[in-house]
């Protein structure tokens, strides 16, 4: 299988993990034609928003750059302006999945246990403002 497809499941699997153990929904929209990879919906919640849902780009990569404050990401253009701005329904979010270069160190399978490597960082795009670039806008997306 190609190492970006192997990326790509394993984001996917990596973030509905972290919905699963917070007791959050996720799903998948059927085409993935506006940056939306995952859907994460809460149930029950009694607040202002009864069943609070976020929409998700997924990305994945070994190239961990950047200080210990911020991870420099370079999202496509396309992607960058599909997440940012006010007129959608639901909150978006880039989420960028850091993983070992080597995908045999991705997933650590024990008899007790198992460990999912490495970090996920997110950030919301919603207010950054429209650029000039013509390929990709390099994002810092916190550490913490």
Not at 111 to 118: A, I, R, T
Not at 119 to 131: E, F
């Amino acid at each position: 299988m190609d190492e970006n497809l192997k990326k790509e499941l394993f984001s996917k699997a990596f973030v509905k993990a972290l919905a699963a153990q917070a007791g959050l929904r996720s799903s998948e929209p059927d085409v993935d034609d506006d940056s939306v990879d995952v859907i994460v919906r809460g149930r029950g919640y009694r607040a202002a928003i009864r069943n609070p849902q976020i929409d998700v780009q997924l990305k994945c990569t070994a190239i961990d750059e950047g200080n210990e404050e911020y991870l420099k990401f370079p999202l496509p253009l396309k992607n960058y302006n599909e997440l940012r701005g006010e007129d959608v329904v639901c909150p978006r979010y880039l989420f960028v999945l850091v993983v070992p270069e080597d995908c045999g160190d991705w997933l650590v399978h024990e008899p007790d246990f198992s460990v999912l490597k490495h970090c996920c960082y997110w950030i919301s795009l919603r207010d950054m403002p429209a650029v000039s670039n013509k390929s990709k806008v390099t994002i810092d997306i916190p550490r913490t």
